[in-house]
């Protein structure tokens, strides 16, 4: 499998890791739910979105959802 970029949300207190696939889902999630109405105002049209790593080889993460490797430049 492939390595992709890490995608997190800022909101998350997990600090969790997604692949493109499960960022999709998760993001699909919150807006349909409204979490975090005091960060995000939904009311306005403004919707949940995410952050993206930069590219790093000797920095591997986990996707939380499927296990996917990511590059990362955070340290876990």
Known sequence: MEKQLAR???WDDQ???YCSDCIEKRLEEIN???EY???IDYENGDTCGYYED???E???VYCCKCE???YSLIDC
């Open 54 to 56: 930069y590219a790093q």
């Open 37 to 39: 109405p005091d960060s």
């Open 15 to 17: 600090n969790d890791y």
């Open 68 to 70: 996917a490797p990511l």
């Open 32 to 34: 349909c739910n409204k």
């Open 8 to 10: 997190w949300i800022y």
């Open 58 to 60: 000797d920095e591997t």
